[in-house]
């Protein structure tokens, strides 16, 4: 019995290597949550930036909207009949009569009777399919990580 | 050196520890302090109501007719304003002088706003649809304002941008499209039937204040555009043809329409008065009391002689008469008991159908109407839409009223006079939707303004409505022949040269309380061409014309005028050209 102590108290670590074990332990675990909140942070601030952005490009784009309207408004007052009409009497036309106007046949021409303000499908298409915003952008750590995780599963899957 | 080494890693360790420590509980001393859970809980989400844009209005080449325009709202932010009251007092008091050197405000009534405004008040609005130059006077004082601290400070004005309806054409086709008012309410014509699609629906949200959230602002729906049907280039010429038509006549007012009879596309539609739709605070003063604000869809009167041919093509489609068929017009006939005469109480002796029409014989027409008999006629006036709604897709259409036998107030005179026009309550689109049925080989089109939807950059095209067929094809070819010649056999001062066209005059006796007006008329005119192919269909209508009596010297004229600008606006050849182009 008294073998089997002098045995134990061989192998047990000294005093001093024991408290710098713990205290090695814990600043690895600092460190460990140092990491974490620093990524926790740069991810956040880096969502809360491009939030910001979305916030002044939709105040642009309700600009933007406005100035447009602004713009179309001013020119068709511009170009309203009164204003053509003063303009062009201005430049010394007169309204034709009709018994001096000459007909030309044009084989396959069809005169458009009114305008088409349909947008090309091709903007269609590219507005609709246009992304938002990436999730990068909205997702929390631990969104992110679940994402990563389920996408490379989902990857490993398919291989 | 052992000892030596445990003391520095425990010292970093409790540093680092403490720090750490200290960064955590200051996130949690953050997270959870009042005064940060105040900020947060006020500003984390706003309630905010998103007004969408409404939606513009086009004519049919493309040309705005509606649009809209940058305003400001111009409030104070009471909680900007300082806590004593002396200092506060004094920039309530800059701001009231600013708002009177800018925007013309009356400051006694600014500065009233401002210190009366109700107890936890954080906002006041101090003047809204104010111009944007006005509103720039008013950012410049600001700026300057902010550049000299001793100055005035006008730091609390706050400034928010919205739209507002705007008509660059001002006054032009004013009847068709109606306004809108500041609550973004639309009132007659267009602005009034399409108004829940053009103002789109409004959103009221709960708007993140975090940026992090910001994808969850709300999307809005811009208003839907809308095509019209009307021609500006039309439309303003016959809106100066109708003026100058109502100085040159005296009439009291005046309605002209001009519609494709084979589509029932409304070209164009002017009457009197009319109003600038950028000052609409004035339509009280345009239309007092029970003036219509769209004639054309709005008043109901006796058309008189143009309703002539309602009963001549009824009458052919039924087979009571024909063209050739002969009538001895002695210059009365009676009718229930009542006599008829002619307009000019004469005897026309023998006349055939296009004389009776070239002529236009009450006595005739009676005749015609009695041989039908009341079954046949009324039926027939019933399938051509007369004294119902047209359902014209503008807003302020009445009915009139086409009596009926067994209705407590109709007569079995009634028979005879309503065969030309009188007794009986039209408008004057109800008199086009049911003409166009002659021209356009039968078939009566569904008169509208609305030409095509746009949304999401995709156009929907209305398409083309029947409303029935009162006649058959034949009848029409038949009647607007009969209408053609008679106007050449009265060398009508409605002819174009170059075109066939086909038309009736219409001088009507005004009712009033106390029987008819003895001195005023109603003239109008009714016409489509080029017969073979017709392209346009025009109603002209001038209430009380004091230069002469009779539609043919007033009315017709007109219509001539209208058509002369029509073929040349619509590239309509003359009648020799198509035939040379078509081998005819």
């Known amino acids: 019995m008294e073998n089997v102590t002098q045995i134990v108290q061989h192998v047990r670590q000294a005093h001093w290597r024991v408290q710098r074990q713990w205290i090695g332990l814990f600043l690895l675990g600092l460190v460990a949550v140092s990491m974490v909140a620093g990524i926790y942070l740069n991810i956040t601030v880096r969502a809360t930036l491009a939030g910001r952005e979305i916030q002044l490009l939709q105040n642009q784009l309700i600009d933007d909207q406005r100035s447009n309207s602004d713009q179309e408004t001013l020119l068709a007052g511009l170009t309203s009949v009164a204003s053509m009409q003063q303009r062009a009497e201005a430049k010394g036309f007169k309204p034709v009569d009709p018994g001096t106007i000459t007909y030309v046949v044009v084989p396959g021409y069809v005169p458009q009777t009114s305008v088409d303000m349909s947008q090309p499908e091709a903007d269609n298409q590219g507005q609709s399919q246009a992304p938002v915003l990436l999730p990068a952008y909205t997702e929390s750590l631990f969104d992110w990580i679940t994402r990563t995780l389920v996408a490379s599963a989902s990857t490993g899957g398919q291989q | 050196m052992r000892k030596f080494s445990y003391w520095r890693y425990l010292t970093v360790a409790i540093t680092l520890g403490l720090i750490g420590a200290s960064i955590l509980v200051q996130i949690v001393r953050i997270q959870n302090s009042p005064e940060v859970a105040g900020v947060i809980g006020q500003g984390a989400y706003i309630w905010k109501t998103f007004y969408p844009a409404r939606g513009e209005i086009y004519d049919r080449n493309g040309n705005l007719l509606a649009g809209n325009k940058t305003v400001y709202e111009i409030g104070v932010d009471l909680t900007a304003l300082p806590n004593a009251k002396d200092a506060s007092l004094k920039m309530e008091n800059d701001i009231a002088l600013a708002a009177q050197s800018a925007l013309g405000m009356d400051p006694a009534d600014a500065l009233s706003r401002m210190t009366t405004a109700p107890a936890g008040a954080q906002y006041i609005t101090l003047e809204d649809y104010v111009a944007p130059d006005q509103a720039d006077q008013l950012m410049t004082l600001q700026k300057n304002d902010q550049a000299n601290p001793s100055g005035p400070n006008l730091d609390a004005v706050h400034f928010t941008a919205h739209l507002m309806r705007s008509y660059p054409e001002n006054d032009l086709a004013s009847t068709i499209i109606g306004y809108v008012t500041r609550d973004n309410h639309g009132y007659m014509g267009v602005e009034e039937k399409y108004d829940n699609i053009l103002a789109g629906i409004p959103v009221t949200k709960l708007v993140p204040a975090d940026p992090r959230q910001a994808v969850d602002y709300p999307q809005i729906e811009p208003g839907q555009t809308l095509i019209l049907t009307i021609d500006r280039e039309i439309q303003a010429s016959v809106e100066k043809i109708l003026d100058d038509a109502l100085v040159s006549t005296g009439a009291a007012s005046g309605t002209i329409i001009v519609m494709d009879p084979k ?171 049911a003409a166009s049925a002659l021209a356009n080989n039968g078939q009566m089109v569904y008169p509208h303004v609305l030409l095509a939807e746009v949304r999401d950059g995709h156009q929907s095209d209305m398409a083309t409505h029947i409303v029935g067929n009162p006649i058959s094809a034949d009848t029409a070819h038949i009647i607007t022949n009969m209408l053609h010649d008679s106007l050449l056999k009265e060398s009508s001062t409605a002819l174009l040269g170059g075109y066939s066209i086909a038309g009736k005059t219409g001088t009507a006796q005004i009712p009033t309380s106390t029987g008819y007006d003895p001195v005023n008329i109603n003239a109008s005119f009714i016409g489509w061409g080029p017969i073979d192919n017709p392209r346009f269909l025009v109603y002209v209508w001038l209430e009380k014309p004091q230069s002469n009596k009779a539609a043919s010297v007033v009315a017709a004229p007109i219509f001539k005028q209208v058509i002369e600008k029509l073929v040349v606006l619509m590239g309509i050849p003359p009648d020799v050209a198509v035939a040379q182009t078509t081998g005819q």
């Open chain 2, 263 to 433: 589509t029932g596309e409304i070209l164009a539609m002017s009457s009197t008065p009319r109003m600038n739709l950028n000052d609409y605070t004035q339509v009280s003063q345009i239309f007092p009391g029970e003036t219509p604000f769209n004639r054309a869809i709005s008043e109901a009167y006796e058309p008189g002689s143009v309703a002539k041919i309602f009963t001549m093509a009824s009458a052919l489609d039924n087979g009571t008469i024909k063209p050739g068929t002969i009538f001895l017009d002695t210059g009365t006939i009676v009718v229930g008991g009542v006599p008829i005469h002619d307009w000019d109480n004469g005897a026309w002796g023998y006349q055939d159908m296009t004389g009776c029409l070239a002529n236009s014989l009450n006595v005739c027409l009676a005749w015609v109407s009695t041989k039908m008999g009341n079954n046949a006629f009324y039926s027939y006036m019933q399938r051509f839409g007369l004294g119902q709604l047209t359902g014209i897709d503008l807003a302020g259409e009445v009915p009139g009223r086409q009596k009926l036998p067994g209705d407590g107030d109709w007569t079995p005179v009634d028979l005879g006079t309503n065969a030309f026009g009188q007794g009986v309550a039209i408008t004057p689109i109800q008199m086009v939707m």
